[in-house]
């Protein structure tokens, strides 16, 4: 194994059940990984666990949410009994609410002067919708955190990887609510690594670029497969020309993970984007 200090070791993924995080799972778990498999659907956490378990590996499947602190110590306990106290924390749950998202990329006077009830311009943004997005992403991260991190404090090795996103840095058109949770967690993760520091944790995150995942196919495909017009502007920004694949996060995934390749790095994300970042569209 190109990773044997992770052998034996176990980690907790929040929002497990969907494609990138599931991947996640199933990348530590063939390192050896004891893979606990946290999402708030019980059947999609299962399906993950179950594959594991037929490629040979150890998980656990748990439902739970991750906005009540009860449910996750009710996770936490489970965990603890079946597969032993967490090592790496992975804060992988979040996803954005239609009620924090605008119609068009930009704000006409005609929307104003010319009410249309189909159009949700910034002016309509629901409270509720984007206070959805925020506790969903933010909190959904912090209380994980405040129950997993007493296991790893003192521990040798011990980690946490939240996951940002590319909204973080530019946020695109029509998420506002999506794109500033997000720019939270990335300054999040630098409190915690400071915050953490003294007690062994090292914390960083992942900031993926624009993956074809079951969250987005509506938002990237047309009805008929064909590639929507949001998908042929983010493409042309992105100089590697395609979107991500699961599997070109394993790399930053496991470098952050074990700490024999790793160990001196706390307070950093990882941009995982095809160049996105760095293109500035001339």
Same mark, same amino acid.
């Given at each position: 194994m190109a990773h044997e200090s992770l052998q034996g070791k176990v980690a907790v993924i929040t929002g497990a059940g969907g494609v990138l995080c599931g991947g996640f799972a199933k990348t530590l778990a063939r390192q050896g990984v004891k893979v606990a498999v946290l999402d708030l659907r019980l059947e999609a956490a299962e399906k993950i666990a179950d594959e594991i378990a037929k490629d040979g590996g150890e998980a656990l499947a748990v439902s739970c949410d991750v906005l009540s602190r009860e449910s996750m110590e009710e996770a936490r306990n489970k965990v603890n009994s079946k597969l032993g106290t967490c090592d790496i924390l992975i804060n992988g749950a979040g996803g954005n609410h239609?009620? @924090?998202?605008? #119609?068009?990329?930009? +704000?006409?006077?005609? $929307?104003?002067?010319e009410k249309d009830d189909s159009i949700i311009t910034f002016f309509d943004l629901d409270s509720k919708g984007i206070e959805f997005v925020f506790n969903l992403n933010f909190l959904g991260t912090l209380i994980p955190t405040q129950v997993f991190a007493k296991d790893l404090a003192g521990k040798k090795d011990a980690c946490i990887i939240n996951i940002s996103s590319m909204n973080a840095y530019c946020p695109l058109t029509k998420i506002p609510a999506y794109s500033a949770a997000k720019?939270? /967690? @990335?300054?999040?993760?630098?409190?915690? %690594?400071?915050?953490?520091?003294?007690?062994?944790? =090292?914390?960083?995150? /992942? %900031?993926?670029?624009?993956?074809? #995942?079951?969250?987005?196919? %509506?938002? +990237?495909?047309?009805?008929?497969?064909?590639?929507?017009?949001?998908?042929?502007? /983010?493409?042309?920004? #992105?100089?590697? =020309? =395609?979107?991500? $694949?699961?599997?070109?996060? $394993?790399?930053?995934? +496991?470098? +952050?993970?074990?700490?024999?390749?790793?160990?001196?790095?706390?307070?950093?994300? /990882?941009?995982?984007?095809?160049?996105?970042l760095a293109y500035s569209g001339v």
């Open positions: 239609p009620k @924090g998202t605008t #119609t068009k990329e930009t +704000l006409e006077l005609t $929307d104003l002067t720019a939270a /967690i @990335g300054n999040f993760t630098q409190w915690m %690594a400071v915050h953490f520091a003294d007690v062994g944790i =090292r914390v960083n995150a /992942i %900031a993926p670029g624009f993956f074809s #995942t079951a969250q987005n196919k %509506a938002l +990237l495909y047309n009805p008929d497969g064909s590639l929507s017009a949001r998908s042929q502007k /983010i493409l042309s920004h #992105t100089p590697m =020309r =395609r979107f991500g $694949d699961p599997k070109d996060l $394993d790399g930053a995934l +496991l470098f +952050l993970s074990d700490a024999d390749y790793s160990g001196f790095v706390s307070g950093s994300t /990882i941009n995982v984007d095809g160049g996105f």
